[in-house]
């Protein structure tokens, strides 16, 4: 049983050191880095309890008040001081999902209580943006998060990815000057990373295909879906949930609802002829569907977590590190 926390400052430094290595861009952005390093420190080694890990997660360093976080998310929040507690008994109530310790410079000075869980990736960049705060969570399946203004970091147990905000890795914006259609798009793209991405859920999500496009080459396999759409909040779960249990692509009208779902995408023989494969066969799919019809956006989600944006054929955006190259 392993109940008291230790911690050593070469073990800090090891682990600055590795944040760096790694390219995050969370240390570098901190006002205050060894107090988010021992913070991501507690995330990642948490004390036991019976053979148990707890969950935990972290406001760290807030730039705006309570109330601000109320008017931008929705959540009640309730606060509780906590300065006369030692830090690490503090941290014991915060479970990273309805309850997150607020860590300042001289340490934890508060619980923070939501009113619902708000621990998803989506709701912990929207907590982000709302506080100023770099967020900090061991969820309870084990993976720690951090977020910020760097975008998302995902420690899987052995090794981090790296999610940027989406408007420092998408290239082009075509539709900027349609602000309905820019909405639609927004929203497919942080469904894609926060929701899709975040489960390593493979999906294609295919948007804008217009009346004139000829869609012989998808081929429809299922009844019609429900009409849920990426704009409306209640809706993301149970499309994310019916995205793990089909293969093909997600097909989004305009408006951005749901219209078609585990379609296959057939390539045309000039695709075929003109399109170079990229990566497997999701990818490669997305990008020649994407060829054979101009109008449309083509979102391909890797089971592996990073997000790629084709049109015309072309990548216009991937949120990975990585190059992207086609194969040879």
Same mark, same amino acid.
């Given at each position: 049983?392993?109940?008291?926390? +230790?911690?050593?400052?070469?073990?800090? /430094?090891?682990?600055?050191?590795?944040?760096?290595?790694?390219?995050?861009? #969370?240390?570098?952005?901190?006002?205050?880095?060894?107090?988010?390093?021992?913070?991501?420190?507690?995330?990642?080694?948490?004390?036991?309890?019976?053979?148990?890990?707890?969950?935990?997660?972290? $406001?760290?360093?807030?730039?705006?008040?309570?109330?601000?976080?109320?008017?931008?998310?929705?959540?009640?929040?309730?606060? +509780?001081?906590?300065?006369?507690?030692?830090?690490?008994?503090? /941290?014991?109530?915060?479970?990273?999902?309805?309850?997150?310790?607020?860590?300042?410079?001289?340490? #934890?000075?508060?619980?923070?209580? $939501?009113?619902?869980?708000?621990?998803?990736?989506?709701?912990?960049?929207?907590?982000?943006?709302?506080?100023?705060?770099?967020?900090?969570?061991?969820?309870?399946?084990?993976?720690?998060?951090?977020?910020? *203004?760097? %975008?998302?970091?995902?420690?899987?147990?052995?090794?981090?990815?790296?999610?940027?905000?989406?408007?420092?890795?998408?290239?082009?914006?075509?539709?900027?000057?349609?602000?309905?259609? *820019?909405?639609?798009?927004?929203?497919?793209?942080?469904?894609?990373?926060?929701?899709? %991405?975040?489960?390593?859920? %493979?999906?294609?999500?295919?948007?804008?295909?217009?009346?004139?496009?000829?869609?012989?080459?998808?081929?429809?396999?299922?009844?019609?879906?429900?009409?849920?759409?990426?704009?409306?909040?209640?809706?993301?779960?149970?499309?994310?949930?019916?995205?793990?249990?089909?293969?093909?692509?997600? #097909? $989004?009208?305009?408006?951005?609802?749901?219209?078609?779902?585990?379609?296959?995408?057939?390539?045309?023989? #000039?695709?075929?002829?003109?399109?170079?494969?990229? +990566?497997?066969?999701?990818?490669?799919?997305?990008?020649? $569907?994407?060829?054979?019809?101009?109008?449309?956006?083509?979102?391909?989600?890797?089971?592996?977590?990073?997000?790629?944006?084709?049109?015309?054929?072309?990548?216009?955006?991937?949120?990975?590190?990585?190059?992207?190259?086609?194969?040879?």
């Amino acid at each position: 049983m392993e109940t008291q926390r +230790r911690v050593t400052p070469g073990r800090l /430094r090891r682990l600055t050191e590795e944040l760096l290595e790694e390219q995050l861009g #969370v240390v570098e952005r901190s006002s205050a880095p060894d107090v988010l390093v021992d913070e991501i420190d507690y995330a990642l080694r948490p004390p036991r309890h019976e053979r148990r890990v707890p969950s935990y997660g972290s $406001f760290v360093l807030p730039t705006g008040a309570l109330d601000q976080w109320v008017a931008r998310t929705g959540l009640s929040v309730v606060g +509780r001081k906590t300065t006369n507690v030692v830090d690490d008994d503090a /941290r014991r109530y915060a479970d990273g999902l309805t309850s997150w310790t607020l860590r300042t410079n001289g340490g #934890v000075d508060a619980l923070v209580v $939501f009113d619902r869980p708000a621990g998803s990736e989506r709701d912990l960049v929207v907590l982000a943006a709302s506080s100023g705060a770099m967020m900090v969570q061991r969820h309870p399946s084990g993976d720690v998060r951090l977020v910020g *203004s760097f %975008g998302v970091a995902r420690w899987d147990g052995l090794t981090w990815h790296v999610e940027r905000p989406v408007s420092e890795w998408l290239t082009q914006t075509p539709w900027s000057d349609e602000p309905d259609r *820019s909405m639609v798009i927004e929203q497919l793209l942080h469904f894609a990373v926060h929701d899709l %991405g975040a489960a390593a859920i %493979g999906s294609i999500l295919v948007y804008g295909l217009s009346d004139d496009d000829r869609t012989d080459n998808l081929e429809r396999r299922l009844a019609t879906p429900p009409p849920l759409n990426v704009t409306h909040p209640p809706d993301l779960a149970p499309l994310r949930h019916v995205l793990t249990q089909l293969d093909g692509a997600a #097909v $989004f009208a305009s408006d951005g609802t749901l219209i078609d779902l585990g379609a296959r995408l057939v390539p045309s023989a #000039v695709a075929e002829a003109d399109v170079a494969p990229l +990566r497997g066969t999701r990818h490669t799919s997305a990008r020649r $569907f994407s060829h054979d019809h101009p109008s449309a956006t083509v979102i391909a989600v890797s089971d592996e977590g990073p997000v790629t944006v084709f049109q015309h054929g072309v990548v216009i955006g991937h949120s990975g590190l990585d190059g992207l190259e086609p194969m040879r």
